[in-house]
C-alpha cells in the first residue's frame, strides 16, 4: 500500500482484556518500530525489527507487552491482561534501510483505551 | 524517558509571520529529524540534519543544529493555517537502532 496502515484505529478494552494491534508497513520496508505516546507527550520507543529479528525490545514496559514480525511484513503488538495505564496512542513507523534522508512513515496508529 | 523537550510548548502566531521552535537533547547524535503531527494522526517525516551539518532548507523550513550546545531550531516562514500541528523533534544515537522524540510544541498559526 501507498503508506503505513494500522488496525483498528480505536480499541476500547476492559480491564485485565488481551488486546492486538496490528501494523502494515510500507511493502519492502525493512525496519519496523512501535512507539507509545500517551496523551500531550512525545512517542516513546518500544521495539524495533529489521525483517523478521526483534532486535531492540528494550522499551517494553512490561513482560506484559509482545511483539512479534514472523514474515519480515505484518507485525502485531499484544498487550495482555491490559491496565488502565496502557491507554495511550499505539504508532508503528517503517523505514528502508539506507534511505535515511526520507525519514520514518508513520502510520495513523491505534488509540487504546482501557475502562 | 525521552532524549529531548521542545521549547516552547506551545506557540501561537498570525498566519504570514516566522514560527521558531527549538530542541534540546541530553546525549550526542547521529541524525536529529523534525516531525509534524495533526490532531489525532501520524507523525509526517519533515527534515533530517545529520550531526555534521549546522543548518538545512527545504521549501519554507529552516533547521539548525548546534551540536556543542545539545540544540535544534526548526524556523517555518510565511506560516500558513495549514501549519497548525504539533512539532516533534527525534534524534538517533550511534550506538542503537531507535530515535528519541522529545515532548513537542504545539504550533497554532491564526488566519
Known amino acids: 500500500g501507498a503508506g503505513v496502515s494500522q488496525s483498528p484505529r480505536y480499541k476500547v478494552a476492559k480491564r485485565g482484556q488481551d488486546v492486538a494491534l496490528r501494523c502494515d508497513p510500507i511493502s519492502g520496508h525493512v525496519s519496523l518500530f512501535w512507539y507509545q505516546q500517551a496523551l500531550g507527550q512525545g512517542p516513546e520507543f518500544l521495539t524495533y525489527f529489521q525483517n523478521e529479528a526483534q532486535l531492540d525490545k528494550s522499551g517494553l514496559p512490561s513482560d506484559r507487552f509482545f511483539a512479534e514480525r514472523p514474515e519480515g511484513s505484518v507485525s502485531t503488538l499484544k498487550i495482555q491482561r491490559t491496565q488502565q495505564e496502557d491507554s495511550a496512542v499505539y504508532l508503528c513507523?517503517?523505514?528502508?534501510?539506507?534511505?535515511?534522508?526520507?525519514?520514518?512513515?508513520f502510520g495513523s496508529g491505534t488509540r487504546l483505551t482501557v475502562v | 524517558s525521552q532524549q529531548g523537550e521542545e521549547d516552547p510548548q506551545a506557540l501561537s502566531i498570525q498566519e504570514g509571520e516566522n514560527a521558531t521552535m527549538n530542541c534540546s537533547y541530553k546525549t550526542s547524535i547521529n541524525n536529529l529529524q523534525w516531525y509534524r503531527q495533526n490532531s489525532g494522526r501520524g507523525l509526517v517525516h519533515l527534515i533530517l540534519i545529520r550531526s555534521n551539518e549546522r543548518e538545512k532548507h527545504s521549501g519554507r523550513l529552516r533547521v539548525t543544529l548546534d551540536t556543542s550546545k545539545k540544540s535544534s531550531s526548526l524556523l517555518i516562514t510565511a506560516s500558513r493555517a495549514a501549519d497548525t500541528a504539533s512539532y516533534f523533534c527525534?534524534?538517533?544515537?550511534?550506538?542503537?537502532?531507535?530515535?528519541?522524540f522529545g515532548t513537542g510544541t504545539s504550533l497554532t498559526v491564526i488566519p
Open positions: 513507523a517503517s523505514s528502508l534501510v539506507g534511505h535515511l534522508e526520507d525519514g520514518y512513515t
Open positions: 527525534a534524534t538517533d544515537i550511534y550506538t542503537g537502532n531507535q530515535f528519541y
